[in-house]
């Protein structure tokens, strides 16, 4: 288990920490949460920790370009992010 309490990615902030979970594996380490589904993959926990925040942001821009056409569930995603997550 590790806590993210803050994102590396510029113009993007965490409003609250969140849980992760840390596997080593033969390639390297899988970074994941248990709210979004989201997986960062690295040689080190730290390259795959950057890496999933990355991939968090990306999900978190995909789903605010596209919310008119968002299914329910996705809507319910977006709200997620939207109460983590804060752009400067």
């Known amino acids: ?5 803050h ?3 510029p113009r993007f902030v965490l409003r609250r920490p969140l849980q992760l979970r840390i596997e080593r594996g033969e390639a ?4 994941y949460d248990e709210i979004f589904n989201i997986l960062g993959a690295g040689p080190t926990p730290e390259a795959a920790t950057e890496d999933y925040q990355y991939a ?4 978190y821009e995909h789903l605010l370009v596209n ?3 968002l299914s329910n569930y996705l809507k319910n995603q977006l ?3 939207r109460d ?3 752009e400067e």
């Open 79 to 81: 709200q997620k992010l």
């Open 7 to 9: 994102l590396e990615v």
């Open 56 to 59: 968090l942001v990306s999900y």
């Open 1 to 5: 288990m590790s806590i993210l309490s």
């Open 84 to 86: 983590l997550i804060d």
């Open 28 to 31: 390297g380490y899988s970074v």
């Open 67 to 69: 919310e008119s056409r």
